[in-house]
């Protein structure tokens, strides 16, 4: 059985090959995939010098540092949520203006038709 020291190292880099190959496959776009990448590294990194995670939990008050990993998972989660509606918002006001070009340039071909057709 893989103690969990050993399982934390595998899943960090397991979740960047991952995210490598998803860059390497055009699914994942750089601006994600740095977020995904750093946030692999600073698990990487906890997982390796667990000493780190004591510490932080120490500085910002916790009784035990799972309840620190608990919280700033949490809010990896909420920041993610976050970048995620910001690109939904992003893209659906840009599908809107695309939409609206659209049905004028559509009108138009529309009343350049009729022009043509009325005229011959």
Known sequence: MMSPHTLAIVLAVAIMA???ELIRQRRLRERYALF?????VAF??????????????QAFGFAL????????GFL????IMLSLTVALSTV???NERLAQELALIRKRLDEQHSSLSSSS
């Open 92 to 94: 659906a006001e840009r």
């Open 36 to 40: 995904w990448l750093i946030s692999a």
């Open 18 to 20: 991952i995210v490598l």
């Open 65 to 72: 540092p799972a309840n620190a990993l608990f919280v700033f």
């Open 76 to 79: 990896f989660l909420i920041g």
């Open 44 to 57: 990487l990194l906890c997982a390796v010098k667990f000493e780190l995670v004591v510490a932080l939990a």
